[in-house]
């Protein structure tokens, strides 16, 4: 019976710290949030798109000391940075996203730098709406869903929910 009762603590306080480290996360990116970025930058000639999608409660200036780190070494001349609002579908934002990745486009590779929330639009995009990307790195995106989702009461979070529609359509398809 103690045994129970402490493994019951124990999952309560490892899912507090887990709370408490996403919090910890937003607030660092904190200053940059409130500094979007310009959709598109272009800082050189290039072949090659880069494109920055952020997380749910932030916005591209999170990608701000990155992006003009690869600038600043020409590896990320042509830049995209999207932005979203935190309501809505995965769906709708996926759509968008297409749309100004095309009215980006150079002839070269794309390359996608998605976090959190943004690595799953980014994947609807590619296995639902037929969006071509060359690479795709995503930091943080809740590949099989979030637990810290499901007490939010707008539908955009709730997609994030393990099991959700969105979760489940992602999961039954593949990026080739």
């Given amino acids: ?3 129970v009762m402490v493994m019951k603590r124990r999952r309560r306080w490892q899912k507090e710290v887990e709370v408490l480290r996403e919090v910890a996360a937003v607030a660092r990116q904190g200053w940059l949030i409130p500094q979007p970025s310009p959709t598109l930058k272009q800082h050189g000639d290039a072949r090659h798109l880069v494109v920055f999608v952020h997380g749910i409660f932030a916005s591209s200036g999170v990608f701000r000391p990155m992006a003009f780190a690869l600038a600043r070494e020409g590896l ?3 830049q995209v940075n999207f932005d979203y609002t935190p309501v809505g579908t995965i769906e ?3 759509k968008r996203l297409c749309s100004v990745i095309a009215d980006a486009r150079v002839p070269g590779p794309v390359i996608v730098v998605a976090h959190s929330l943004g690595g799953l639009i980014v994947r609807h995009a590619v296995q639902h709406l037929g969006l071509h990307v060359d690479a795709l790195v ?3 995106t ?3 869903g979030t637990s810290l989702a499901r007490p939010w009461p707008w539908r955009l979070a709730q997609e994030l929910s393990p099991g959700s529609v969105a979760i489940a359509s ?3 398809t593949s990026i080739d």
């Fill in 92 to 94: 709708r934002h996926a």
């Fill in 170 to 172: 992602l999961a039954a």
């Fill in 76 to 78: 990320a001349p042509r």
């Fill in 142 to 144: 809740p590949h099989h």
């Fill in 1 to 3: 019976m103690l045994t």
């Fill in 138 to 140: 995503t930091m943080g």
